[in-house]
Each structure stands twice: as structure tokens, then as C-alpha cells.
């Protein structure tokens, strides 16, 4: 079946010490997104990839950067780890045509916590 | 600012319809989704309404959509149990590109 695939499902970092976090996909989606969503809110986007096109919201710090190496993957890096980076990391994709309804498929999702 | 409401908690029995609201910002967003996170999961898209439209109906779900007031809705008939989960609603902002604007997400509680 077609799906977003993120790994790992739980990671444990500890503070200060760098971290990535992968997503794949099988849709063939040319957009991949990146949201953190921490306890009892709203997933909030922190940047996306538009084909080979970077694009990041204004507000995600400068400690949280993005590869997407080919159309399957897209890995996240956070590079010192705060203790208010402990959120659940959501991946998704989407097919972005014109007119189209461009809906998001989600992966599951990595639980990060931060010691 | 650019927020998309949804009251917090909802808590119905089993067999009753449950109706979920949500008040959005934007005028202009050409489409309006329903996704569903169940605890320690990602987010499922259930379905989706064009702007267009008024009314969008599949399965057990309707979806309700009131431009003039910003308002949409979603029914789900006869709630499950498995129907236990948290709701957002989300808006693509008009003036194109990817960003969805997620609601605060509505905790639905079904009981027996």
C-alpha cells in the first residue's frame, strides 16, 4: 500500500546533542511537509519542500533544518536539542496540482524526547 | 491574526450523532478538510469539502459548510466507540500555497 513512513516511531535524545528524524514515502508526492505538534495542540508547520524547493515558515528557529535528498525522503535535523523540542514530529505529503484538492497524507509520526 | 477555532471537548453516547464545529479566518480558502488523531498516532484525513460547495456526505460523515458565517461542521452518525479521537479541522489560506492552518482540534469522548 502507498503510505508516508517515518522513522523512528520514538527517539530519546538527550540535550544539546543532534538529531534526525527520517520520512519516506510511496505516494511519489512532490511536496513533503515537516509539522511539530506538542502536547494538546494544533500541528504547526515548521517548513516544507516543494519538489527540490525549500520553503521555511518564519518563525522555525534556525536549530531545525531540512534535506530532501530525492523525491522518497525527507529528513529532518535538529542540531542542539532543547528540552522544548520534545514534541511528536509529524511528516506529510501531498500532490500539488492546480485546481486540485491537494489533501495532506500524514505518517505516524516520531514521539522525540529530550533528557 | 489567523486562527481557526473548535471547541475543546465533546462527549456523546454510543449510537448518537456527534457534530463537531469549527470557525475559520479566511474567506478565501478554497478547501476545508477533517482529519482524525487518535492518541500517539499521526493525523487521517477523513474527508474534505471544496468551497463551492454547501454539503459533502460520505458514509457516516457530513460535512456542513456555511461560507457567510465561516462555519463548517461535521456530523458523524451513529458514534463508535473507535470513533474516540481528536478532530481538527484545517483551512488552506487563500492566495495559494501548501500551508495548512490546523483548528485547536475538538476531543470527541464516545461513551456506552
Request: net charge negative; charged share 20%; aromatic share 12%.
Amino acid at each position: 500500500d502507498a503510505m508516508v513512513i517515518q522513522n523512528p516511531r520514538y527517539q530519546v535524545t538527550q540535550f544539546g546533542k543532534p538529531v534526525t528524524l527520517s520520512c519516506s514515502q510511496t505516494l511519489n508526492h512532490n511536496v513533503m511537509y515537516w509539522y511539530q505538534q506538542k502536547s494538546s495542540q494544533a500541528p504547526k508547520l515548521l517548513f516544507h519542500y516543494y519538489d527540490k524547493d525549500f520553503n521555511n515558515e518564519a518563525d522555525t528557529p534556525d536549530n531545525f533544518q531540512s534535506r530532501r535528498p530525492n523525491t522518497s525522503f525527507c529528513f529532518l535535523d535538529i542540531r542542539s536539542p532543547g528540552l522544548g523540542d520534545a514534541a511528536m514530529y509529524l511528516c506529510a505529503t501531498s500532490r500539488e496540482l492546480a485546481g486540485g484538492s491537494n489533501e495532506q497524507f500524514f505518517g505516524p509520526g516520531t514521539r522525540l524526547t529530550v533528557l | 491574526g489567523e486562527d481557526v477555532e473548535q471547541s475543546l471537548f465533546l462527549s456523546v453516547r454510543e449510537g448518537d450523532s456527534s457534530v463537531i464545529n469549527c470557525t475559520y479566518t479566511d474567506s478565501s480558502s478554497t478547501y476545508l478538510y477533517w482529519y482524525k488523531q487518535e492518541p500517539g498516532a499521526g493525523l487521517q484525513l477523513l474527508t474534505y469539502i471544496f468551497s463551492n460547495m454547501d454539503m459533502k456526505q460520505d458514509q457516516r460523515l457530513t460535512v456542513l459548510l456555511n461560507k457567510k458565517d465561516k462555519h463548517l461542521s461535521l456530523r458523524i452518525a451513529d458514534t463508535q466507540t473507535g470513533d474516540s479521537a481528536i478532530y481538527f479541522c484545517a483551512e488552506i489560506l487563500g492566495g495559494g500555497g501548501n500551508k495548512l492552518t490546523f483548528g485547536t482540534g475538538t476531543q470527541l469522548k464516545v461513551e456506552l
